[in-house]
C-alpha cells in the first residue's frame, strides 16, 4: 500500500494554507476534516484532491485513514484541548506526525508522553514545525556551530511590516497556554515556572528592539543536539516598548492563577475562543507582515560569541511552507531520528537551513569571537 500525506484540519486558516503549499510542491495531501462541503469546496479548489471526514474527538475516525509510514499533519488547535487525537492516531499506526502549535505545555507533553511510545514505534514526532518555534531553532543551531564553546544561547522573536495580526486559532492557543506553567532550560535542567522576569534587548539593522522571556521549543530542543548548553532563552519581542511592562504582568498572572476563580474565568474564555471559523490575516495583510528571528551565543562568562539572523517571510506564510517542505523531506526521505525531536535532530542542521530559505527566510550570520 502506498505512503500519503494526511493534512487534518484542512479548511482551518493555517490548514488552507499548508494544502496550498503542499499542492504547490507536487504532492497531493489527504485533506481531513469534520466539514465535508468545506473540504469539497478546497479539494476542488486545488484541483480535486481525495477528502476524508474525521472528528478531533474521536481517534478512531482518524487511525482508519493512517497506514504504516504515512505523514500525518495536523493544523487543529489548540493542540493542549484537542491535539492529543492526532498524535495517538499517529502513534497507534506508526505514521510520522508534524504539527503547527506554539503551545509549550502541548509541546512538552509530546516530548515526555509520546516521544518515549514513538520510539518503540521507530516513528518521528515533529511539534510545532512552524514560525514556533522552527526559527529560533535553526538561527540558534547557526550560531551555536559557529563557537563550540558556547554555554548559552538567547533567542529573539519579532515581526516588522505593519504588525502581527493573529488568527483566530492563534488567540485561542495564547489564552490556552497560559493555563498551564510553561519549561526554561537554565543550569542545564528544564524548570517549570508560571512567569519569568527577564527582558532582553535585541539589535537588528540597527535598531534596538526589547523582548520579554517565553517558554519555547527551544529549551526542549537544542540541549539534545548541543549537549555544551547550560542555559536557552526564548524572548518575545511582538510588544515593543510594552515588553517592559510584560514580566509585571506575568508575575501578576502567576499571582492570580493561584485563584480558582481566576482559572475558571480563563478557561472559560478559551473555549469561547475554541469555536474558530477557521479566519485570520488576509493575503494583503500577511504581505506587510515579516518574521525577524536572532539569536546570540555566548561562553561561560556571558562573553557574545556568535549571531545569526533570519528575515523574511509572514509567519504564517512560513509555517505553511515549513510544514510542506518538511512533510515532503519525511516522506522520500525519512527523517534523521525517531521519537520526539526538534528540528535540528530531525532533519539535520545544513537541510533545516535549507529548508527555512526555500520557506521564505534568509540567514546571515556574524562572529564576535577572534
Sequence with gaps: MHKKILLFGATGYTGKLTAKALVKLGLEPLLVGRNSSKLRALAEELGGLEIAEACVEDVSSLSRLINPGDILITTVGPFTRYGETALQAAIEKSAHYLDSTGEPGFIRKVFEQYGPQAEKKSITLLTAMGYDYVPGNCAAAAALNMNKNATRVDVGYFVSGGGFAASQGTQASVVQAMLEPGVFYRQGRLIEKMADAKV???????????ATSVPGSEHITLPHSFPALKEVNTYLGWFGNVSYLMPLFSSLHALLFKIPAYFGLLDKYAQKLNRSEGKGPSHSARQDCDTEVQAIAYNSAGQALSEATLIGANPYE???????????????NGFQETGAQGPVAALGYEKLVSACEKAGLTLTQKSYSS
Design 318 to 332: 512560513f509555517t505553511s511552507n515549513m510544514l510542506a517542505i518538511t512533510a515532503l523531506e519525511g516522506f522520500e
Design 200 to 210: 532582553k534587548r535585541f539589535t537588528l539593522a540597527g535598531k534596538t528592539r526589547p
